[in-house]
């Protein structure tokens, strides 16, 4: 699948093989996604997180590092 058409991802994020991003996911700077890693549709990602390898990320999840916390919205 690769990523998709409507997807927006920074410039600055590093995305690793085989990743998959769906429709309308929005990946924020600095940030690091690892091999194999599924992002679903609907995602936003903020600035500097990491997400290892062969994670999946369901759709509709909003993921933000605020003051050195990680925040996982659904």
């Known amino acids: ?3 998709h058409s409507t997807a927006i ?3 600055t994020t590093e995305i690793g ?3 998959e991003v769906g429709p309308y996911a929005v990946i924020g700077p600095k940030n690091k996604i690892g091999d194999g890693t599924v992002i ?3 995602v936003l990602i ?3 997180t990491k997400i290892g ?3 999946k990320i369901g759709q509709n999840v909003f993921i933000d590092i605020f003051f050195g916390n990680c925040f996982y919205f659904f």
Request: glycine share 16%; proline share 6%.
């Open 1 to 3: 699948m690769g990523v």
């Open 46 to 48: 903020d600035s500097y």
């Open 9 to 11: 991802i920074d410039k």
């Open 40 to 42: 679903g549709p609907h």
């Open 53 to 55: 390898k062969n994670c």
């Open 17 to 19: 093989q085989g990743v």
